[in-house]
């Protein structure tokens, strides 16, 4: 998901964020358990074998989004800075991009349970920042503490609020204090980078601007507009040592333009592949659509009638002939929504309302409910792969009775007139997934109480919106089949009130030159990773 296009604003319990989104995607190769390749022999110098890791050489890639802002991981939320701090910071633990399953990195193994609110986690032996400091347990509870201080009004606050209090236990090891149980400690300790406390207190600006961290490579440039640069850090002590000498992010915003840089040989690989040139780079390259949680979501004012009505919601999701939409509009590059998740999610779960395409159900709910000569303002954004579905929407809403005007707009303009109340409907792309990948992060993301609830769709003063709260917090306290039964429970409840809810969700396509590049996998987010990745050529 491309985070400018799921837009957050001031929210509570520290879910504080400007208008930001994803295109996605974040969801999601290497190994889970943080294996990674050997270190290549840097001494052995010159060219590479065929088919060997030249240790030498500088990965090229083609970056579909802008550089804005800084790296600073407690506030990032840009596509581009998101996914060059995959390679630069480190948390105590790291979903893998490519898997999304959880990896120790700065901590020497997985953190262990000592007791039902208490974790602990010992730190990777010998490991140093980019600038040669060693990494102390005071930078670790440094990192905790301004992440989750409200004065700074992190995003990333609101993913680790059952944190009560990170502490030094020892020299090398730290304490994590829970509020209260909360089955997925391993995977959310992730959402939290470790910084050096001394650097960014004393030069926050040097800091953000080129970030220094702990993973296997260190930023050397970043130019907006153009590039950013990377190389090898050397000193990097875990387990997924940087393959290449570097790395050119090449930022191509325009499609033809990353198309033709892969095609020339002058990359190796581009992420966000123009759905429309996808068989003519088959012919040429590796070519591969990842399914993502990345979705188009529909989402209403349930405080404005008739959208106060359920059966309303449900009639407009009837009326979409998803399959027409998605072949036409996305040239086949998406999954119609069967649930909150995409089917190849380890927590999917088939809804109890599945939405199939049914105009004539659609006009019946519509009657019942008392519902004729509706007229109705949609907005969009921008995004071009939205802007292609979006009349596709309209002909089919208009189909059941609905006159509906198109309002097509930038991301930012479109939200700003929504947490101003001037909505109807809206239909928009998110994804939350590259912040973690769990069932409760997810639906939290626009369940949770918070601006979604509150000031967008404004249904936070129902019973429902209380049954679904209570249900997400008792599945973080549990585990197995009873933590996936009141998600189950949980996911039922949206599809049958549907005041935000997905109507597909995207295949993000990947292209890349396997010739060149040993150990690549396309990830079901945005952005590319390059982690155990090397140059063969």
Not at 438 to 443: A, K, R
Not at 458 to 479: I, K, M
Request: charge should be negative.
């Amino acid at each position: 998901m491309h985070r400018s296009d799921s837009a957050l604003a001031g929210t509570r319990r520290g879910w504080k964020v400007a208008a930001v989104g994803t295109t996605a995607a974040l969801a999601l190769a290497a190994c889970a358990g943080g294996s990674g390749s050997e270190e290549p022999d840097a001494a052995a110098g010159g060219s590479a074998a065929a088919g060997e890791v030249n240790p030498d050489a500088v990965i090229e890639a083609g970056i579909s989004y802008s550089l804005s802002g800084g790296f600073d991981p407690m506030v990032t939320t840009g596509a581009v800075t998101v996914a060059a701090n995959w390679h630069t910071m480190e948390g105590l633990t790291e979903l893998d991009p490519v898997t999304r399953e959880v990896f120790p990195a700065l901590g020497a193994e997985l953190p262990t349970q000592v007791d039902e609110t208490r974790w602990e986690v010992d730190l990777r032996e010998g490991a140093v920042f980019h600038d040669g400091d060693p990494v102390t347990v005071e930078d670790v509870v440094f990192s905790f503490e301004r992440v989750l201080d409200p004065a700074s009004e992190s995003l990333y606050a609101g993913f680790i609020d059952f944190v009560e209090s990170v502490e030094a236990v020892d020299e090398d090891t730290v304490g994590v204090n829970l509020k209260y149980p909360f089955s997925l400690v391993p995977e959310r300790l992730s959402v939290v980078k470790v910084v050096p406390q001394d650097l960014v207190e004393s030069d926050y600006e040097a800091f953000n601007a080129l970030p220094v961290g702990t993973g296997p490579y260190r930023i050397t440039s970043a130019t907006p507009d153009d590039k950013i640069t990377f190389e090898r850090f050397d000193d990097y002590t875990g387990t997924r040592p940087a393959q290449a000498a570097g790395m050119n992010w090449n930022l191509l915003s325009d499609p033809a333009a990353r198309v033709t840089a892969l095609s020339s040989g002058t990359v190796h690989a581009i992420e966000d592949v123009p759905y429309i040139d996808l068989p003519a780079l088959e012919s040429q390259v590796d070519v591969e659509s990842v399914q993502s949680f990345g979705l188009l979501f529909m989402m209403f004012n349930t405080d404005k009638a008739p959208f106060d009505d359920p059966r309303v919601r449900q009639a407009f999701f009837y009326a979409l002939d998803m399959d027409k939409i998605i072949e036409t509009g996305l040239l086949g590059n998406a999954a119609p929504a069967t649930g909150f998740l995409p089917e190849d999610h380890p927590n999917y779960h088939e809804a109890s309302t599945v939405y199939t395409y049914d105009p004539e159900k659609a006009k019946a709910l519509l009657a019942e409910a008392g519902v004729e000569n509706l007229s109705i303002n949609l907005l969009t954004t921008d995004t071009g792969w939205v802007s292609d579905v979006a009349p596709l929407i309209k002909e089919d809403l208009d189909a059941i009775g609905v006159d509906t005007t198109l309002d097509i707009g930038q991301s930012g303009g479109q939200y700003t007139k929504v947490d101003a109340g001037e909505l109807d409907v809206m239909v928009a792309p998110g994804d939350p997934s590259v912040f973690g990948n769990d069932p409760d992060i997810l639906m939290r993301w626009w369940y949770g109480d918070n601006v979604w609830s509150e000031s967008r769709y404004r249904w936070n003063d129902t019973e429902e919106f209380a049954q679904l709260s209570g249900l997400l917090d008792q599945a973080v306290q549990t585990e197995g089949d009873e933590q996936q039964e009141l998600w189950n429970q949980a996911f039922d409840l949206i599809s049958e009130e549907v005041p935000l809810y997905p109507l597909l969700h995207r295949q993000l396509p990947t292209a890349w030159d396997s010739g060149s590049l040993s150990g690549f996998a396309p990830v079901p987010l945005t952005g590319l990773s390059f982690l155990d990745v090397g140059v063969t050529e």
